[in-house]
């Protein structure tokens, strides 16, 4: 038989445990409401689209506010390096035919 001292001993830990617990759901409680501000701060807006010339998906990202476009994937200097590969290739074909 366990003496008093043993279940005791048990009893607390186990309160200790219980306390931890709660302590630590809440400090990610306040972390998930800090995360969830940040974004909402950030107001950022997605746009897809198809480019015209190259037929490539594009993304921009635009601020909520002004609406000016923050970042674009993949960049207009890459659309359009691929729409002069694309003339060159044709241009390429015409000339060997």
Known sequence: MPSPRSET????SGAEGEAGKAEQKLHVEEA???IRTQVQTLQR???????????EVVVQVLDG???KVVRQI???DILRLAERLDEMRSLLFEATA
């Not at 001993?9 to 607390?12: A, R, T, V």
């Not at 807006?45 to 037929?55: A, H, I, R, W, Y």
């Open 9 to 12: 001993g048990l009893s607390s």
């Open 65 to 67: 506010d002004s609406g």
């Open 45 to 55: 807006n997605l746009n897809f689209s198809v480019d015209d010339s190259t037929g």
């Open 74 to 76: 993949p960049s207009e």
């Open 32 to 34: 998930v409401e800090r």
